[in-house]
């Protein structure tokens, strides 16, 4: 079974602050995805990694697949409020036929 | 806009009733995911459909069923409802091309359709 954990559940800094969000399987997997969601809406594609060790950014936040591909993290430099939401990793593997799985999901609050 | 689309938007019903959610998948892509989210819950992996047949099956009760037709669209099928089914209801997209040929899975997400069961 496929289980992704991430930690904290839940997450709340003021503005200007670094954070960041863990996402840990006992699994291997082909890809790894990050995405936000806010209330009320679906989830959104922040990044996908897919090598091991690999490390992407995105404007303040930048993302690092572990070397053994089973872990990942999610690093937000000088949090704002519309970091705000719930981000929710999420991992496949080609022995499952890329069924996608997703961790828990990290509440974040930033205040102003 | 993701490009999948998820109808209805909300959806108001008594307990024992069925209701039908629909999805239209981005334009190509092959692979269906229907995923439950209660309150303040994660995304609970309910049934992937690739290419009008069923891929993987997670936490899914006998109550649900779900399709995918010819030209992609899939629909939910929920029946007895109970109090307990009230959740969002996700459809998301994904693959272009497939297996064994890809080796990452991105997923599209529509909108959700907001199930209250009264």
């Known amino acids: 079974t496929q289980l992704l954990e991430q930690s904290p559940q839940f997450l709340s800094i003021q503005e200007g602050e670094n954070l960041t969000v863990y996402c840990n399987s006992s699994?291997?997997?082909?890809?790894l995805q990050w995405y936000r969601q806010e209330p009320g809406e679906g989830p959104v594609l922040l990044v996908t990694v897919v090598t091991g060790g690999e490390v992407k950014k995105l404007k303040r936040l930048t993302f690092q697949f572990g070397d053994a591909r089973k872990d990942s993290s999610l690093h937000i430099t000088a949090a704002q409020p519309g970091d705000t939401g719930l981000y929710l990793c999420?991992?496949?593997?080609?022995?499952?036929?890329?069924?996608?799985?997703f961790g828990g999901g990290t509440r974040v609050l930033v205040k102003p | 806009d993701s490009g999948v689309t998820q109808t209805p938007k909300h959806l108001i019903t008594a307990t024992g009733q069925r209701v039908t959610l629909r999805c239209s998948p981005r334009?190509?892509?092959?692979?269906v995911y229907w995923y439950q989210q209660s309150l303040d819950q994660g995304l609970q992996f309910l049934i992937q459909y690739y290419n009008g047949e069923e891929r993987a099956k997670g936490n899914i009760l006998e109550r649900f069923s779900a399709q995918q037709f010819p030209d992609l669209h899939s629909e939910l099928n929920l029946s007895s409802l109970e109090l307990g089914d009230s959740a969002l209801y996700f459809c998301?997209?994904?693959?272009?091309?497939?297996?064994?040929?890809?080796?990452?899975?991105?997923?599209?997400f529509g909108q959700g359709t907001r199930l209250t069961v009264v």
């Open positions: 699994s291997v997997f082909s890809s």
């Open positions: 334009s190509g892509d092959l692979s």
């Open positions: 999420a991992g496949a593997t080609k022995a499952a036929g890329n069924k996608l799985t």
């Open positions: 998301a997209s994904s693959v272009k091309t497939g297996p064994p040929l890809f080796s990452n899975t991105e997923a599209f």
